[in-house]
């Protein structure tokens, strides 16, 4: 079997997070060498240590959050067709972003002012708060951009690759299944669990949106046929007229719902 920190789509989330805590560090690293002398050359009166403190606790603040983007991003991804859940996901996470970043540097800054024998005042915090808002905002939308891409190259750049087949990670609490993705018929929600249909008659259950996980498996050639199905292209045996312009996809002996809401899955799957 393929090691999953290689091929997997797991180990390519992973991948994606590192790269993504790599190019945030240093492209944050730019920008604060650049404010520092910035700032020291609009108000020459401002002590260095003021100005290296300030920014440094403001971009490490900034670095230690990385995951967060990267952890919604998977779980809400920003293809999916609801794109209400993606904002009501990702609004009320850009402001929990910001506060906590705002509250970190506040804090870093306390303890470098503390380690000078002076003392650091944020000033009104709500008066504040929100210049900082906008600010976090272009960042939060940047990096959650960026994420979202590198995850999609990625997964792609797998699915190309046939002499290092891909596996998928079926996770229910402790217990993770590997399985190789040429092995998964269909997957199918199941309230706040997914069902995976395996070609060998299993159906474990995995807790995560069906959503999340299309955005996973989609680079691999599976289609959303239904609000609740995602099915294997390759799988696919037949197509089946249920009516009302929709149809029962076959794969083998599983059958799936074809919604007529769903029209570039049906091209898609009769090859059009």
Same mark, same amino acid.
């Given at each position: 079997?393929?090691?999953?920190?290689? @091929?997997? @789509?797991?180990?390519?989330?992973?991948?994606?997070?590192?790269? *993504?805590?790599?190019?945030?560090t240093l492209f944050i690293s730019a920008v604060i060498l650049v404010n520092i002398f910035t700032v020291l050359q609009d108000e020459p009166e401002l002590s260095v240590r003021a100005a290296v403190g300030s920014e440094v606790s403001s971009g490490l603040s900034g =670095?230690?959050? =990385?995951?967060?983007?990267?952890?919604?991003?998977?779980?809400?991804?920003?293809?999916?067709?609801?794109?209400?859940?993606?904002? *009501?996901?990702?609004?009320? %996470?850009?402001?929990?972003?910001?506060?906590?970043?705002? @509250?970190?540097?506040?804090?870093?800054?306390?303890?470098?002012?503390s380690?000078?024998? %002076?003392? !650091?005042?944020? #000033?009104?915090?709500?008066?504040?708060?929100? !210049?900082?808002l906008r600010k976090d905002a272009l960042s939060y939308v940047g990096?959650?951009? #960026?994420?979202?891409?590198?995850?999609?190259?990625?997964?792609q750049a797998a699915a190309t690759q046939p002499d290092h087949p891909a596996t998928f990670d079926i996770r229910d609490g402790a217990k993770v299944i590997r399985v190789p993705i040429a092995d998964i018929l269909a997957v199918?929600? %199941? #309230?706040? !669990?997914?069902?995976?249909?395996? *070609?060998? #008659?299993?159906?474990?259950?995995?807790?995560?949106?069906?959503? *999340?996980v299309e955005a996973r498996l989609a680079p691999f050639g599976f289609v959303r046929t239904h609000r609740s199905w995602l099915v294997s292209a390759a799988r696919v045996t037949g197509l089946t007229p249920a009516g009302s312009g929709d149809y029962t996809v076959a794969l083998g002996s599983l059958e799936a719902p074809l919604s007529r809401r769903f029209p570039a899955a049906l091209m898609r799957l009769r090859g059009g």
């Open positions: 079997m393929t090691n999953g920190e290689e @091929t997997g @789509t797991d180990g390519q989330d992973w991948a994606v997070f590192w790269r *993504a805590m790599a190019w945030v =670095i230690a959050l =990385i995951w967060m983007p990267w952890l919604l991003v998977r779980l809400a991804p920003l293809d999916d067709r609801r794109w209400w859940r993606t904002l *009501a996901v990702h609004g009320p %996470a850009l402001l929990l972003f910001s506060l906590l970043h705002v @509250t970190g540097f506040i804090l870093l800054r306390q303890w470098f002012w380690l000078a024998g %002076a003392t !650091y005042d944020f #000033g009104p915090f709500l008066d504040r708060f929100p !210049y900082e990096v959650t951009v #960026g994420i979202w891409v590198a995850r999609r190259l990625a997964f199918a929600s %199941a #309230g706040n !669990y997914v069902e995976v249909h395996l *070609a060998d #008659g299993r159906k474990p259950l995995m807790r995560s949106s069906l959503s *999340a």
